[in-house]
């Protein structure tokens, strides 16, 4: 099976070598030419748009920023529609709307293309271990098919349902991180201003109810004051967005997730928005007083 | 002064019957040509395009309702930019983006027309007492051109800085409005959970520290369970995307509004959008429209 990948940044450049250790016969393409150059160097062939990757290719991912790149790359000049023959499968892992998924697969399934909705879980650390959560959405068949490679790249690949299903789940997975991340904030916040040690806190906690892998993972990296990202606060700003967004489309009521999301606001509006998700709790102190 | 008017919708007829009766020569444009039958039959001219509209206008004036139906009237074909002059005015005092009035403001300038947004607070009944607060964007020097038409529609009419700027305060206005309607609404629910009588609650606070314009109007409806528009709660479910997703796009926090948009996104779920937003009372009482 001949293989593509279109977008090669942070997440995409280390699943697309994962694919490439895994066997794959492999040809990528980037909007910079330079982020191509580590794929190349690993044995990828290049191609010189998203339609010349999808000409060469039985399966092509994609892994960009928001639902306009995933729209240009798969339906815009030179896309991805543009090369490919009946019946190829364009898996994209990039997180976006539900709404905009469904509109891409069927759009693409009117010529001949079986869209998947693949989004992931697990962060550059995931990527580049290959322990990835990879949650589907989209055709049955087609997810027998691509579930081979998703291994290369993912612990789990679980078929939720059908088109967008897989950004809903995604969704889901937003609303829990982004409001576990804010509660552990919180609760440190908490134990600090009441002059207990966080630590301590931390390390009762995670052997009772409110064990979650957010309360020892983020949870460690606050009370190390490491802010580097990991996953910055912005993209989790703009992923809580699309909650928003289908809240206010579907009459849903979510306050908890608009709480978050406001936090986040903050976050990006007092510069830490290139810092990781765990910064909040610095927004706390700041809005607390010490 | 010979001027246009596009929107003859509750707020629109009002306003345009005051210019009227002031004298202005005024012709209208509407999409759908039998709306405009009341204010024809009044001496105003029916025109076909709102480029015929603005070719014998000095001032065109619109009230519509979103941001894409204001950017078609000026923009779209047979617009208003086809016809208006240089040195004419468009001021729009529908609800719409700041955005969307900073962008028309600028296209309208590269060909010499003048530009306000205009945006309204004071309702229907404000419309039709011609008291209504008028929040400007724009040129200082614009404004004063319009300033005697303006003066027919409303009690105030405050510049609030340039282009959009009048958007923005029309958007502070809603988010204040609101937010205290969903304050009312939480404390209407409170004292009917204590088998309080709301209208007695409404009438003694009036009198006191939390007296409000809201609590006057909505928290009257309330207690009346009078939830028949007034403005449809869809109009402020509208709003409140647009402004979340500026305070988004500048990076500020606004916790209470954001839990409002959610109590609006819940009363459209329970099927109110169509009634007024005195019916934020009923997402609290849960039990279904």
């Known amino acids: 099976m001949k293989v593509g990948f279109i977008g090669l940044g942070i997440m995409g ?137 998703l291994a290369c790249m993912g612990k789990t690949a679980t078929l939720i349902g059908g088109p967008g ?112 998700s765990v910064a909040a709790l610095k927004l706390l102190e700041n809005m607390s007083g010490a | 002064m010979r001027v246009g008017f596009v929107g003859m919708g509750v707020m629109g007829l009002p306003m345009a019957r005051h210019l009227l009766a002031a004298g202005h020569d005024l012709a209208v444009w509407a999409r759908r040509p039998a709306s405009a039958d009341a204010i024809v039959a009044e001496g105003a001219h029916l025109c076909v395009t709102p480029a015929e509209l603005a070719a014998r206008s000095e001032v065109v004036i619109s009230v519509v309702t979103a941001s894409r139906d204001v950017e078609e009237l000026a923009l779209g074909p047979d617009g208003l930019i086809e016809g208006l002059a240089s040195g004419a005015v468009h001021v729009d005092m529908s609800t719409i983006a700041p955005a969307t009035a900073r962008m028309l403001a600028t296209r309208y300038a590269e060909r010499g027309i003048g530009w306000l947004d205009a945006p309204v607070s004071g309702g229907e ?23 005697p038409l303006l003066a027919c529609l409303g009690r105030t009419v405050v510049h609030i800085g340039p282009a959009g700027a009048g958007q923005v305060a029309k958007a502070c206005n809603q988010m204040i409005m609101v937010n205290v309607i969903q304050a009312c609404a939480e404390a209407m629910r409170l004292a009917g959970a204590h088998g309080v009588e709301l209208h007695r609650v409404r009438e003694a606070l009036m009198g006191g520290s939390a007296a409000s314009r809201v609590l006057d109007v909505m928290g009257g409806r309330m207690a009346r369970r009078d939830f028949a528009a007034g403005i449809q709660s869809r109009l402020h479910h509208k709003d409140f995307a647009i402004l979340l997703e500026e305070a988004r796009q500048l990076g500020v926090p606004l916790p209470v509004a954001a839990q409002t948009w959610q109590q609006l996104n819940a009363l459209m779920a329970l099927g109110g959008s169509l009634d007024d937003t005195a019916s934020l009372l009923r997402v609290l009482e849960a039990q279904g429209l």
Not at chain 1, 184 to 211: C, H, M, P, Q, T
Request: hydrophobic share 50%; proline share 3%.
């Open chain 1, 13 to 149: 450049r280390p699943m697309a070598l994962n694919l490439l250790k895994g066997g794959s016969d492999l040809t990528v393409w980037a909007r910079r030419p330079e982020s191509m150059t580590p794929l190349l160097e690993a044995g990828a062939r290049g191609a010189g748009s998203a339609a010349e990757v999808a000409a060469a290719c039985d399966v092509v991912f994609s892994m960009v920023a928001d639902a306009a790149d995933v729209e240009q790359v798969a339906l815009g000049a030179a896309g991805v529609v543009e090369g490919a023959r009946t019946g190829l499968i364009f898996v994209d892992m990039s997180t976006i709307a539900p709404a905009a998924a469904q509109d891409i697969a069927a759009r693409l399934a009117d010529k001949g293309v079986t869209m998947l909705d693949a989004p992931v879980s697990g962060g550059e650390v995931g990527a580049i271990s290959g322990a990835l959560t990879i949650m589907v959405g989209g055709d049955e068949a087609a997810f027998a098919r691509v579930q081979p490679l």
């Open chain 2, 125 to 147: 009944a404000g419309a039709r007492e011609a008291t209504l607060a008028i929040m400007v964007g724009g040129a200082e020097e614009t404004l004063a051109q319009v300033r």
């Open chain 1, 165 to 276: 299903a897989g950004q809903v789940a995604k969704a889901c997975n937003q609303i829990l991180t982004g409001i576990g991340v804010m509660a552990v904030a919180e609760a440190f916040n908490f134990a600090r201003k009441s002059g207990v040690d966080a630590a301590k806190v931390r390390e009762a906690l995670l052997g009772g109810f409110a064990y979650s892998r957010i309360l020892e993972n983020h949870g460690q990296r606050m009370l190390d004051r490491n802010f580097k990202p990991g996953f910055k606060a912005w993209m989790h700003q703009k992923d809580m967005n699309i909650v928003m967004q289908e809240a206010h489309r579907l009459g849903l009521m979510l306050p908890g997730s608009a709480a978050t999301a406001q936090l986040f606001n903050a976050m990006v509006g007092s510069g830490m928005g290139e810092e990781d």
